[in-house]
């Protein structure tokens, strides 16, 4: 029974995401190579880019880097000279980038200009032209978001707290009071980050998703149902036939970020064919990206950004 329910679980999922690597374009400017999501093509007024890890200014356990975060390891003139290195393959070398201080949370800010200080939250939108805004991952889901009748746009960095908390659906929130925005006018483009083969999360993740999403259990493989209700996995320890003084690892499930975020834009209105999610898992992958969960404190840091073009007619 268990097994039948984790395969259509896993069916909904494949449902959900239709997309394909046909969705995605990388394209190599200066050495590096910059991801794109076709389905903002037909926006002529767009500028945006995925960044991965090769072609940088940074050096990392010998290895030559784009980190574009400003890390422990790294010096801030490295990430500075790879922010506009990244900036100017992206299309967008005369717009300024307005970047968070990140904190997991489900604040977002709204910009016309370009500041000192980056504001702190884990969102970010404007409809000014000129301004070029960015979001920095290590395995959470970068976001963008594009209002094709209002040209507005917004970058979203979702960690597990950030989607718990429903940033994907406040975003659009936001964008509506803002700008007017519709759903049924937004395109969205969900980047590469940690994938469902790689994250692992404990009973209590589990539990606050249940709490918050009536459908959660669409988006875990593994125990759900019993870690979500808190039930010991081996309420007898003879059971589990171990040594005296040892004890079996706690048990997991795995979590997919996107398609719990994809699931709260279409739950908003945005219609599905209007979603492109990358498949790129950055645990998987770090032979292009940079993953948190595998690699450690000493990694780097991706960007995700997206500006109006000025000039743009």
């Given at each position: 029974?268990?097994?039948?329910?984790?395969?259509?679980?896993?069916?909904?999922?494949?449902?959900?995401?239709?997309?394909?690597?046909?969705?995605?374009?990388?394209?190599?400017?200066?050495?590096?190579?910059?991801?794109?999501?076709?389905?903002?093509?037909?926006?002529?007024?767009?500028?945006?880019?995925?960044?991965?890890?090769?072609?940088?200014?940074?050096?990392?356990?010998?290895?030559?880097?784009?980190?574009?975060?400003?890390?422990?390891?790294?010096?801030?003139?490295?990430?500075?000279?790879?922010?506009?290195?990244?900036?100017?393959?992206?299309?967008?070398?005369?717009?300024?980038?307005?970047?968070?201080?990140?904190?997991?949370?489900?604040?977002?800010?709204?910009?016309?200009?370009?500041?000192?200080?980056?504001?702190?939250?884990?969102?970010?939108?404007?409809?000014?032209?000129?301004?070029?805004?960015?979001?920095?991952?290590?395995?959470?889901?970068?976001?963008?978001?594009?209002?094709?009748?209002?040209r507005a746009v917004a970058a979203v960095h979702a960690g597990?707290?950030?989607?718990?908390?429903?940033?994907?659906?406040?975003?659009?929130?936001?964008?509506?009071?803002?700008?007017?925005?519709?759903?049924?006018?937004?395109?969205?483009?969900?980047?590469?980050?940690?994938?469902?083969?790689?994250?692992?999360?404990?009973?209590?993740?589990?539990?606050?998703?249940?709490?918050?999403f009536p459908n959660a259990a669409d988006w875990f493989d593994?125990?759900?149902?019993?870690?979500?209700?808190?039930?010991?996995?081996?309420?007898?320890?003879?059971?589990?036939?171990?040594?005296?003084?040892?004890?079996?690892?706690?048990?997991?499930?795995?979590?997919?970020?996107?398609?719990?975020?994809?699931?709260?834009?279409?739950?908003?209105?945005?219609?599905?064919?209007?979603?492109?999610t990358s498949e790129l898992c950055t645990a998987c992958r770090?032979?292009?990206?940079?993953?948190?969960?595998?690699?450690?404190?000493?990694?780097?840091?991706?960007?995700?950004?997206?500006?109006?073009?000025?000039?743009?007619?």
């Amino acid at each position: 029974m268990a097994q039948a329910k984790t395969q259509t679980r896993r069916e909904r999922s494949r449902e959900l995401a239709s997309d394909d690597t046909r969705a995605w374009t990388t394209k190599r400017v200066s050495g590096m190579d910059i991801i794109t999501a076709q389905i903002f093509n037909s926006v002529p007024w767009l500028v945006h880019g995925f960044s991965t890890r090769k072609g940088g200014e940074s050096q990392l356990d010998g290895e030559r880097v784009l980190n574009l975060g400003f890390t422990e390891w790294d010096s801030r003139q490295a990430v500075i000279r790879n922010r506009a290195k990244f900036v100017q393959s992206a299309g967008a070398a005369k717009m300024p980038l307005i970047a968070l201080r990140q904190i997991h949370s489900d604040a977002m800010h709204v910009v016309s200009a370009a500041r000192p200080d980056p504001p702190q939250g884990d969102a970010i939108a404007t409809r000014e032209p000129g301004l070029l805004l960015g979001i920095q991952t290590a395995d959470c889901v970068p976001i963008l978001l594009v209002d094709v009748r209002n040209r507005a746009v917004a970058a979203v960095h979702a960690g597990w707290r950030g989607t718990l908390n429903r940033i994907a659906a406040k975003a659009l929130g936001r964008m509506r009071a803002e700008f007017g925005t519709r759903p049924a006018d937004v395109l969205a483009a969900l980047g590469p980050g940690i994938r469902r083969c790689c994250y692992e999360v404990g009973p209590e993740v589990a539990q606050a998703y249940l709490g918050q999403f009536p459908n959660a259990a669409d988006w875990f493989d593994g125990p759900f149902d019993r870690l979500s209700a808190g039930e010991e996995p081996n309420p007898l320890p003879w059971l589990t036939m171990m040594p005296p003084g040892k004890e079996p690892p706690p048990e997991r499930v795995q979590l997919d970020l996107h398609q719990a975020n994809r699931w709260q834009l279409t739950d908003a209105g945005v219609p599905a064919h209007n979603i492109a999610t990358s498949e790129l898992c950055t645990a998987c992958r770090t032979d292009m990206l940079f993953s948190y969960r595998r690699e450690g404190p000493r990694t780097g840091r991706l960007m995700a950004a997206i500006g109006i073009k000025e000039h743009s007619s």
